[in-house]
């Protein structure tokens, strides 16, 4: 099993930036696909951004695209997701994901496509 903790979320205005990062131990997540998911009280959980697991390849939602950037450093275990010129609209509780298997039987933006979750990271962009 893999255990995932995501940190780095806060209180930011909006223009601003924050790094989230994701911490992952118990497997070395090199071998998988990862995602970063936000959710708002009441919404589901929506696509955000996913890394393939060589790290060259990204896909982004379209509302982030430009802004934020996904990566990773296998060595350390870990996967970024760099937010810039943030908005209101942003506010969210961030998630890492990880997609456990070595392909995808879907598109990799559906939440459903993940089976190792964090515990998450709320990040609030005041205007």
């Known amino acids: 099993q893999v255990q995932l903790v995501e940190s780095g979320g806060g209180l930011v205005q909006a223009g601003g930036s924050l790094r989230l990062s994701c911490a992952a131990s118990?497997?070395?997540?090199?071998?998988?696909?990862m995602a970063w998911f936000r959710q708002i009280p009441g919404k589901e959980r929506d696509f955000v951004a996913a890394?393939?697991?060589?790290?060259?390849?990204?896909y982004y939602a379209d509302s982030v695209k430009g802004r934020f950037t996904i990566s990773r450093d296998n060595a350390k275990n870990t996967v970024y997701l760099q937010m810039n010129s943030l908005k209101p609209e942003d506010t969210a509780v961030y998630y890492c994901?990880?997609?456990?298997?070595?392909?995808?039987?879907?598109?990799?933006?559906?939440?459903?496509?993940?089976?190792?979750w964090g515990q998450g990271t709320q990040v609030t962009v005041s205007s």
């Open positions: 994901a990880a997609r456990l298997s070595a392909s995808f039987s879907g598109s990799r933006t559906d939440r459903e496509q993940y089976n190792a």
């Open positions: 890394i393939s697991r060589s790290g060259p390849i990204t």
């Open positions: 118990g497997r070395t997540v090199g071998n998988y696909a």
